[in-house]
């Protein structure tokens, strides 16, 4: 469910739950695709016969495809009307406690931080975590660094 903010209220969403995102499986045709656009064919990843005996039971997506699922999912918690203009700016702090296993489900929930005034526009930091569907452990823990730009 997204949350809707006019350009000139972002401000006033530091601090806040931005909810979460829907649900997005992550199947093995996207790891596969991933794998073949980043030349990294690693056997964990598309090799599910071999990744049964390996050490996740099974074939698991790339964490960076995991982190790369972040921007549309992000889309989905927070837009921002009024801007010409959005950027992915950067992230800090990335880690990826539990890998995602093909066929399962993921979603992005969020915390607003920071709202910073920056040259052109604003600056935002968010707390973001990428949740498995019954998993104990989150896919992916970040800061994502966002401007907007009027």
């Not at 010409?84 to 399962?104: C, H, Q």
């Amino acid at each position: 469910m997204s949350t809707t903010v006019a350009y000139a209220d972002l401000k006033s969403l530091a601090g806040g739950s931005l909810g979460t995102s829907r649900w997005l499986e992550v199947d093995q045709s996207r790891i596969d695709t991933f794998a073949d656009a980043t030349d990294d064919h690693q056997w964990i990843h598309v090799d599910p016969e071999r990744a049964k005996d390996g050490p996740f039971g099974g074939p698991v997506a790339h964490g960076y495809l995991t982190l790369s699922l972040v921007i549309p999912l992000w889309t989905e918690l927070l837009d921002v009307t009024g801007v010409t203009t959005k950027i992915n700016y950067g992230l800090n702090k990335v880690r990826f406690p539990a890998p995602v296993p093909a066929g399962s489900r993921i979603r992005l929930s969020g915390t607003l931080g920071d709202v910073a005034d920056v040259a052109g526009g604003v600056q935002v930091t968010a707390d973001l975590v990428v949740e498995i569907e019954n998993a104990d452990k989150p896919a992916c823990v970040l800061q994502g660094i966002f401007r907007f730009i009027p």
